[in-house]
């Protein structure tokens, strides 16, 4: 992209620490804009303005991705997981409406404390398990760890830790290798058979 210094448009003042202005001829920033009011989306990698890029609430600065692309992000996750927030709301719903009332007391440690409903399967949704935040959290702790017997390791995907998922990946990769590989010699075999039976 060509960049040129606009002379006949006087920039707004700045801060010593910022960049000069440039002008983009086309396609990129507006005229006036300095360097430092854009950022790249980790999403698109388009460089957008700051104004497109929601604040962080947690610290300083700005999100990673811009408006649009969180919004999808967003919605792509929210319709993922369409039956746990449906099986929430059927809970909060039935709670709220008196039908079913919380234990006063943790199902695990036994203590008289506040208490969340845990769904130990989302297909359920008013089976829950009635836990104090501490034991919900060491519950949600253990579930995330891998599946394999003493691995202690957080599971990334299917239940499976990233080695065991990469093991498993390989092996399930060289068990369609060795199929394929026996589906065409049996299909070359086939053909070979068939071209002796009609000569």
């Known amino acids: 992209m060509a960049y040129k210094i606009a002379q006949s448009i006087k920039p707004p003042e700045f801060n010593s620490g910022l960049l000069p202005v440039l002008y983009a001829c086309s396609g990129g920033l507006l005229l006036g804009d300095s360097i430092m009011d ?3 989306c980790s999403q698109c990698k388009e460089q957008k303005y700051l104004t497109e890029f929601y604040e962080r609430t947690d610290q300083a600065g700005f999100r990673s991705m811009c408006k649009k692309c969180f919004l999808s992000n967003c919605t792509q ?6 039956h746990k927030i449906n099986a929430k709301v059927k809970l909060r719903t039935e709670l709220l409406a008196g039908r079913i009332s919380p234990s006063q007391r943790c199902q695990s440690c036994g203590k008289a404390k506040k208490v969340d409903g845990h769904h130990p399967d989302y297909n359920m949704p008013l089976a829950v398990l ?3 935040r501490s034991c919900h959290m060491k519950l949600h702790r253990i579930i995330r760890l891998c599946s394999i017997i003493d691995c202690n390791n957080k599971h990334r995907s299917k239940g499976l830790c990233s080695t065991h998922y990469q093991r498993q990946y390989r092996l399930l990769r060289k068990a369609k290798q060795y199929l394929v590989l026996q589906v065409n ?3 070359d075999a086939a053909s070979v058979l068939h071209k002796a039976c009609v000569a």
Request: charged share 35%; glycine share 0%.
């Open 38 to 40: 854009s950022k790249q």
């Open 130 to 132: 009635w836990l104090c």
């Open 185 to 187: 010699t049996e299909c």
């Open 77 to 82: 996750r929210k319709t993922k997981n369409m």
